[in-house]
């Protein structure tokens, strides 16, 4: 849709910075939102734009300024979004908040979802349409500059590509700065909107793909699986979550995290339930004294080990034993 007499339009249209909070309806989309230009969609049902002054040259500019943004925004698109384009004048990164459907960047077809972060721009064909039972809805930003390709290299999102990010967080953040930085028109506007898009660049390059945060996650219980087995086969020489820690090789801290994912037990709380239930063996099934359960247990303060048993089982360990000792056996 994009038609050559853009740059006109954009020059006609936004001489100034200002921010549309469009509600459109089906029925007559572009008479809502009558100072939109003609390269943005009216396939939409909601909206909400930024739009700076239209770029000069970008001979007027140094390489060291950076890529200058010319409008962004959100939009929840219409059943019936299609937009085909052989080329596009702007640089474009679009991220996918929710919804289906299909893109294709030079000639390749991707699935369109929830996180597909994707570019395109000057010399790249793109095709881009909705799902009807489940429309998207995405952020985009469309951007100038001669740096602009560089950067979009660097954030691992060259002109035609597309990755799977997780939706939404930092990406949704920036986009919804640079919403309301719209709002408000100043002499610094167009530096920190492209600051803005610079952070942006540098969050879709860091961010894990949801490739990358699945294996991340795998990786993560295998490693909590591994330090479960360690707890269950040598809780008797363990007494602390310091010495679990480095029995394991990990920080105390990223331990805790991985029970609190895995587990309905910190790791400390395990490793005393499993020594207590031990020590309610061995009350059970032996001549035992308590204070020799305790020193097996290496417990110094029969006191200290008494409250232990006690938190786990409901119990004083003498109070168990005397009840166990009393009940008939089967």
Not at 167 to 192: S, V
Not at 246 to 255: I, M, S, T, V, W
Not at 262 to 287: E, G, K, V
């Amino acid at each position: 849709m994009r038609a050559s007499t853009e740059w006109q339009v954009l020059t006609n249209h936004l001489q100034f910075l200002t921010y549309f909070n469009i509600s459109m309806p089906r029925s007559d989309p572009v008479a809502s939102a009558p100072s939109v230009p003609d390269f943005i969609s009216r396939q939409v049902t909601q909206a909400r734009y930024l739009f700076l002054d239209a770029p000069r040259h970008d001979a007027t500019r140094s390489k060291a300024q950076g890529p200058r943004v010319v409008c962004g925004g959100y939009e929840a698109c219409d059943p019936g979004y299609r937009v085909h384009r052989t080329a596009f004048r702007y640089h474009s990164i679009e991220h996918v908040l929710h919804g289906h459907g299909r893109l294709v960047l030079n000639g390749r077809a991707h699935e369109l979802c929830p996180g597909l972060t994707y570019s395109y721009g000057p010399r790249c064909p793109h095709q881009i349409e909705a799902d009807q039972a489940d429309p998207p809805r995405k952020y985009f930003i469309d951007f100038t500059g001669r740096s602009a390709a560089a950067m979009l290299r660097a954030a691992a999102l060259p002109s035609g590509t597309a990755r799977r990010l997780v939706p939404g967080g930092q990406f949704a953040e920036i986009m919804e700065l640079l919403i309301r930085q719209g709002a408000r028109p100043g002499p610094e506007t167009d530096r920190i909107c492209s600051a803005l898009l610079q952070a942006l660049a540098g969050t879709i390059a860091q961010a894990p793909s949801q490739a990358d945060q699945a294996d991340s996650d795998v990786r993560a219980r295998q490693t909590y699986l591994q330090c479960r087995e360690l707890l269950d086969r040598h809780f008797l020489n363990l007494t602390s979550l310091g010495e679990l820690a480095d029995r394991c090789g990990l920080a105390p801290a990223y331990l805790c995290r991985l029970f609190q994912r895995f587990d309905t037990d910190t790791p400390y709380q395990a490793l005393i339930r499993h020594r207590m239930n031990h020590a309610a063996a061995a009350l059970t099934r032996s001549n035992h004294m308590v204070k020799q359960v305790a020193h097996e247990l290496g417990y110094t303060d029969a006191y200290q080990f008494s409250r232990a048993f006690k938190r786990i089982h409901g119990v004083s360990p003498a109070a168990f034993k005397a009840r166990e000792a009393s009940t008939p056996a089967d």
